[in-house]
Each structure stands twice: as C-alpha cells, then as structure tokens.
C-alpha cells in the first residue's frame, strides 16, 4: 500500500475509534447519570468502557488529525518518537503516551463513583 491510502485507511480507523468511544461514553457514563439524577432503583455501568472510551476518542481524534503514525523507521511522523525501529517495541516515551490515554478514563470513572455515592447508589 502506497502512504497515501495507508494515511486515509488511518483516518478511517480513527474515525471509527471516535465513533465507538463516544457509543461507549453515553452508554457508560452518560445514561448512568442520567438514570441516577432521575433517581432509578438501581443503577450500574462498565468501568472497563468508562476506562477506554476516552482513551477511544483520543487516539481516533489523533489518527484523524494526524494520520498514519509511520513504523517508527520513518525521518518524519510521530510513530519515530513513540516505537523503537529496530525491535520495534515502545520507548520510553511510548509508554507514557499509551499510559497517559488511560488518565482520562480513571478520572472519569473516579468521579462517577463519587456522584453516584453523592447521589446514594
């Protein structure tokens, strides 16, 4: 594949990646708290998608604004700062980039639990 389709394929997925974290982010965080100020028997929600649906839409929004990251051998592109070319494995860097999509999600989950509590669920 030449770079170019490769660059509009990337984009693609980042727009799917957009899409199933924002479906994830209302299922998750958006209906609970609305069923819990709408004062329901009981509510519950998936922390497991509270945690990746911001991580979701923050790597979608990335790919589309950006595109295709590179293989990290490239002299341009983000993917040379993030993944070693020669074993091909996350710098250091990397990881704090991979960690730091997880911050908003523990965050979001976090206070979600505190106004659930607040709200007496």
Sequence with gaps: MNDGSMDLKARGIGVLLVGLGTFLLKLSFFDVLRHAQAQASSVTTSYKALLVAPSFMLSGLLLVLMGAPGDGSAATGLGRHMVNPRDRKLT?????FALSLLIPGVV????????????GY
Excluded: H
């Design 92 to 96: 250091p860097l990397g990881w704090v």
């Design 108 to 119: 979001l989950s976090l206070w979600l639990t505190n106004r659930l509590e607040e709200l």
